[in-house]
């Protein structure tokens, strides 16, 4: 079974606090970590909330395109990681593993099962 | 009568099996809801066959078998899930009791492993609670919806959401290694606590007490304190639920009615339990943080020091529920120190107490009839009868449990100057 695991960045914490290059380097670990176990399906990181661009289409077709993630948004999506796991236990343990889960936050979200895929 | 006599042992036989049915199912299927779909499917079995080949010698292991049955006949059915159909035969042949994981094998009861398996995390606290005591505890969605004071849609709404997480995210049903236990401890507490609860002043049927549900919360907590005993908050609910069921002879008279607490005859409170249940009590509060258990303990443990009501530290009461409402705040609780408020200086400062309940706090204690029961006693004994008639009648329209109404319609007769006999079930047609 799938599981994304949405790192959650907040917007008045800096992305990378003091010890930035540490951080990174445990990213790296982490991230080798989850290569080395074999449940990697697919992992990235996000571009600064910043450079986000939003679409919406109204009722009549009309695109409206606006600056930015959301309006007011206290949060902001970072990265993620795509896992393949037995279950909700192993996602958490993986979630709790992840640094993200210690500088901010790491939600998981099971992905839905699509008949036929 | 004939057939209510054939149906009464059945439905005894139900209500007593029932969360262990399922309990046994659940760890074998890993799935609640099939369990759940297939404990009811054995259960209907049986009300065919049981009254025509009479009630099996062991009705569980009938109950067990049957349900196998049926739930390979249900997985048969849908190829969607005959990888689990796999599994199932695998566990059904297979006469062993579950592999134990030597990480958790020192839980030594199968039910309180099967708690703490229940009690996930991932889940809201109340879901959890909700969950356990509906699936495993044996408890029917009406009893556990009154524990929560919510209706009985409410909490079908929040189970259901519940399981419906369990499945889409795959909550395994997994026993919790040692380093979780203390994690999942509050939820667990709160399942006993609920059971004890219902088996000291059941909510609904017709006996005040069911010693089965209070006698299996202690039996667990007794479990849950030899395994964890640095946890106080266990030690805490341990000596609550002993130093309340010690007064459990003394609560119901010879025919079964309720007595009230200023009536009981106190040399027939349990002294092995109190003495027990102070010394946990002494031992829950030495903790740096006493928790809301050990509170409700030691206010138990106030009330069975005293030889009658009137010679009970009221003050001393009055004072543990402010901690208490500092610590856990509820409206229950504010209740309950009204009462407490009212015995300590006057009825007047008791309702005045509970006048100070804001709209928010009325809302939630909708359901709850101990509210105007408690107002109406204190109605009572400021002689404001025909108040209390009336506010004794609100509390009839709520109260579940048969004896509770019989002790609130003899309170409603007083009241109004009449024998209890001449008063309607609801007390209403007066």
Redo the contacts between chains.
């Keep these: 079974?799938n599981y994304m695991l949405l790192i959650i960045g907040k917007q008045d914490a800096q992305p990378l606090p003091e010890g930035g290059p540490s951080l990174m380097e445990q990213f790296m670990a982490y991230h080798q970590s989850v290569m080395d176990a074999g449940v990697m399906v697919d992992s990235n990181v996000l571009d600064s909330f910043e450079t986000a661009t939003s679409v919406q289409v109204s009722s009549s077709g009309e695109r409206i395109v606006t600056d930015g993630p959301f309006a007011e948004t206290a949060e902001y999506l970072g990265g993620y990681y795509l896992l393949d796991l037995?279950?909700?236990?192993a996602a958490?343990d993986w979630a709790a593993r992840c640094p993200g889960a210690r500088a901010w936050r790491v939600e998981?979200r099971?992905i839905?099962f699509m008949p036929g895929s | 009568m004939t057939g209510a006599r054939t149906v009464d042992p059945i439905e005894a036989v139900f209500r007593e099996e029932h969360g262990r049915l399922l309990a046994t199912l659940v760890r074998q299927f890993k799935d609640l809801d099939l369990a759940e779909d297939v404990a009811a499917d054995a259960m209907e079995a049986a009300l065919t066959r049981w009254p025509v080949d009479g009630v099996p010698t062991t009705p569980l292991a009938w109950l067990i078998t049957t349900a196998r049955r049926k739930a390979v006949d249900r997985l048969r059915r849908d190829s969607a899930f005959a990888s689990r159909l796999a599994i199932l035969h695998i566990e059904a042949n297979e006469l062993a009791p579950a592999p134990r994981d030597p990480e958790t094998g020192d839980i030594p009861d199968e039910r309180l492993r099967l708690f703490f398996a229940c009690c996930?995390p991932?889940l809201s606290l109340d879901a959890q609670v909700a969950l356990t005591l509906r699936c495993l505890g044996g408890l029917s969605t009406a009893e556990v919806a009154r524990a929560f004071l919510v209706g009985e849609i409410t909490m079908q709404q929040r189970i259901v959401r519940a399981k419906r997480k369990i499945r889409?995210?795959?909550?395994?049903f997994?026993v919790p290694g040692r380093q979780e236990l203390a994690v999942r401890l509050p939820a667990v507490l709160r399942t006993l606590y609920v059971i004890f609860t219902e088996g000291y002043a059941a909510s609904d049927g017709a006996d005040l007490v069911r010693v089965d549900l209070s006698e299996e919360a202690i039996r667990l907590a007794r479990i849950a304190h030899h395994l964890l005993p640095g946890e106080p908050e266990v030690t805490g609910a341990l000596a609550l639920f002993l130093l309340v069921d010690a007064r459990r002879a003394g609560r119901v008279d010879d025919s079964g009615e309720l007595v009230p607490l200023e009536e009981q005859d106190r040399t027939r409170w349990d002294a092995d339990r109190i003495a027990e249940g102070r010394h946990l009590t002494a031992a829950a509060l030495q903790a740096p943080s006493p928790g809301p258990y050990a509170v409700q303990a030691a206010i138990a443990a106030v009330h069975a020091e005293a030889d009658q009501v009137a010679t009970t530290d009221w003050a001393q009461i009055v004072a543990l529920y402010d901690v208490l409402s500092a610590m856990a705040p509820s409206p229950v609780v504010t209740v309950n120190r009204a009462v407490a408020v009212a015995m300590r200086d006057t009825p007047e400062a008791g309702l005045a107490v509970l006048d100070s309940l804001d709209p928010t706090e009325l809302a939630a204690l909708r359901g709850y009839h101990r509210l105007p029961a408690a107002r109406a006693d204190l109605l009572r004994r400021m002689g404001r009868n025909d108040d209390a008639a009336s506010v004794y009648r609100d509390a009839l329209d709520l109260v579940g449990n048969d004896r509770e109404r019989r002790f609130l319609l003899r309170r409603l007769a007083e009241v109004v100057g009449v024998d209890a006999m001449n008063l309607g079930v609801d007390g209403r047609h007066l």
């Design positions: 079974m037995p279950d909700l236990d958490i998981i099971p839905q | 996930h991932a889409s995210a795959r909550i395994p997994r």
